[in-house]
């Protein structure tokens, strides 16, 4: 699901380029669980930086290599309006972030699904740019405790259902069916192309 929004956010220059090349990216996960308490918080950056090294204006092409001497060349559709600013030595940013926190849900508490998103570009005459995000958030019912495999039974309101496991330090049978859990999500993803 994540590398499927994540192919469908970026602008079709960047596709070109991955779908093309093999391209080391680097990524930091961090996660923040409390023993016993089920749930807990998730997030990932995944991040790309490359300098330009060539541009061919006719063409709207760029050359690139990355940290790792990795070299790669994107071509920039119509949609990239600010083009004429990219200069040779020019850094180009790529990340993506994905953030899920995952908690039961209070006695009595009336969580429901939602979700937006937001768009931004940078504005005419400066360095190309683009950043979305999307926040969302999902209620489940347990509809089942496997105790002896340690796994949880999750129903989502559009009637879906999907297993997950449990970690070992978090107590199943104190758990029950039809307790709601609240997972909360954000994605971010942005592409900039800075001054070095």
């Known amino acids: 699901m994540k590398s499927l929004r994540l192919i469908l956010l970026l602008p079709v ?8 090349t093999t391209i080391t990216t680097e990524t ?3 996660t923040n ?10 997030v990932e950056t995944t ?3 490359a300098t330009v090294t060539t541009i061919d204006t006719a063409k709207r092409k760029v050359s690139l290599v990355t940290r790792k001497g990795e070299k790669f060349t994107i071509t920039a559709g ?4 600010n083009f004429d600013q990219i ?5 180009l940013k790529v990340a993506y972030t ?14 429901e699904d939602r979700g937006e998103a937001e768009f931004d570009i940078s504005p005419r005459g400066s360095k190309p740019g683009v950043m979305t995000s999307e926040t969302y958030q999902a209620v489940a019912t347990v509809s089942a405790i496997d105790l002896k495999k340690r ?25 029950k069916v039809g307790e709601k859990v609240v997972i909360r999500g954000k994605e971010t993803f942005s592409i900039k192309v800075e001054k070095p």
Do not use: N, W
């Open 98 to 111: 994905e953030e899920i926190t995952v908690r039961m849900a209070k006695p009595g508490e009336k969580a």
């Open 151 to 175: 796994k949880a039974t999750l129903q989502f309101q559009d009637g879906t259902t999907k297993k997950f496991d449990v970690r070992k330090d978090v107590d199943l049978t104190r758990r």
């Open 28 to 30: 930091d996960t961090q």
């Open 13 to 20: 220059a960047i596709i070109a380029a991955v779908s093309c």
């Open 87 to 91: 200069r040779i030595g020019d850094q």
């Open 47 to 49: 991040r790309l930086d």
């Open 33 to 42: 669980i409390k023993q016993g308490v089920p749930g807990g918080e998730f």
């Open 78 to 81: 119509p949609e990239v309006e």
